[in-house]
């Protein structure tokens, strides 16, 4: 049995329409800005918490949308899934790595090759990426 690991994430995107990414100090692979909940904290307040602490984003937990729940492989723990709450950051947005993030990433979701990368983490590719190609249909 693997184990699981209790995220949130949010999706932001710039003017461009192109999808925030992010890499963590000392892993490989892009992902949604978050991470885990603190005691006590809902899965809405540990995204909005983790948004401004990685990339200096400010958005009220009710201001962000709910976009789904999925459990996913994590990018940089071997046998372990993610069970991830996602959200999206209504607007537009500039991002400035901050704490553990060491890069940040705009990819271009309208690209057909967008989730090909090899850097990108399961939940990106196998769940919000597939979504979000649909929804711009």
């Known amino acids: 049995m693997k184990d699981r690991i ?3 994430a949010v999706c ?8 925030l990414t992010v890499r963590k100090r000392g892993t490989g692979m892009f992902m949604h800005p978050g991470g885990k909940p603190e005691p006590g904290e809902t899965a809405v307040q ?14 009220r937990p009710q201001e962000l949308e709910l976009m789904g729940v999925w459990i996913a492989d994590a990018a940089n723990e071997a046998a372990t899934d993610i069970e991830a709450t996602v959200f999206i950051a209504p607007g537009t947005w500039q991002a400035t790595p901050a704490a553990e993030i060491a ?3 705009w990819l271009d979701i309208s690209r057909p090759d967008a989730a090909l990368s090899r850097d990108l983490a399961p939940l990106l590719t196998d769940h919000i990426l597939p979504l979000l190609a649909a929804r711009a249909l």
């Open 6 to 8: 209790v995220v949130s």
């Open 12 to 19: 932001v995107f710039d003017d461009a329409g192109r999808l």
């Open 46 to 59: 540990a995204a909005a918490r983790e948004l401004a602490e990685e990339v200096g984003i400010v958005v």
């Open 103 to 105: 890069e940040i990433r």
